[in-house]
């Protein structure tokens, strides 16, 4: 049972459009979610975070949107840029919970290609 | 990130060979991961562990055993290897998701 899905497995913008990544979720008591970066050959690294209190969160180029009721998160990238070429993977977890605190569920991952 | 530090970086072995691989934090984070990585299915928790002897089960853990004897150290050992095993190994460190898992530079394992 997949509970965190990245339908879409690659995505292709130009340089300096937006990119807009998506993820839905089943699990409703997830309430953080978060997206990470991934480079070939390198571990992924973590890019932006939302809590289920909040609907969107910014950080410079990244803006993440969460809508709680369709259980579906996206990650904006504005504008997009070459180093941004990278697999994307959308995480969710539990806040509360006991010894299920912080476990991270990923999703499948999206390939994204910025052109020049 | 030079705080996490995980060896060997690639292993081939044969099919039934028990295998370690060393996940080594300097960062005094609580929480340690241990992820798998394979096309088509994006991260996958292994074994987990919220504090030194605490330990538990991922999603994926049949096969796995992990140990964690002190804050630096969170071991992840292939009782007997398995061509399904072969993979990419990740480990993580950190002192909640709020704060953004770091992620080890992997673990490249390939059974024969």
């Known amino acids: 049972d997949q509970q965190v899905k990245q339908n879409s497995p690659s995505l292709s913008v130009q340089e300096g459009r937006i990119s807009i990544l998506n993820c839905d979720y089943t699990n409703s008591m997830f309430d953080y979610f978060l997206w990470y970066k991934k480079y070939p050959a390198e571990g992924p690294t973590f890019l932006i975070s939302?809590?289920?209190?909040?609907d969107k969160n910014e950080d410079g180029r990244f803006t993440v949107f969460l809508n709680k009721s369709a259980k579906h998160l996206s990650l904006h990238i504005v504008p997009s840029q070459p180093g941004d070429s990278a697999v994307y993977f959308c995480?969710?977890?539990?806040?509360?919970?006991?010894?299920?605190?912080?476990?991270?569920?990923f999703g499948q991952g999206t390939i994204l290609t910025v052109h020049p | 990130d030079a705080g996490i530090t995980q060896s060997p970086r690639h292993k081939v072995t044969e099919t039934g060979t028990p295998v370690t691989l060393r996940c080594h934090q300097t960062?005094?984070?609580?929480?340690m991961y241990w992820y798998r990585q394979d096309p088509g299915h994006g991260l996958r928790l292994i074994h987990y562990?919220?504090?030194?002897?605490?330990?538990d089960k991922g999603e994926v853990s049949d096969g796995y055993s992990v140990s964690r004897s002190k804050t630096e150290d969170f071991l992840l050992t292939l009782e007997s290897a398995t061509s399904s095993q072969t993979s990419v190994y990740f480990c993580a460190t950190g002192q909640g998701p709020n704060y953004g898992y770091t992620f080890g530079s992997g673990t490249r394992l390939t059974v024969v």
């Open positions: 995480a969710a977890s539990r806040m509360s919970g006991g010894t299920s605190y912080g476990k991270l569920t």
């Open positions: 960062e005094n984070h609580r929480y």
């Open positions: 562990s919220y504090g030194v002897k605490d330990t």
């Open positions: 939302i809590s289920s209190i909040k």
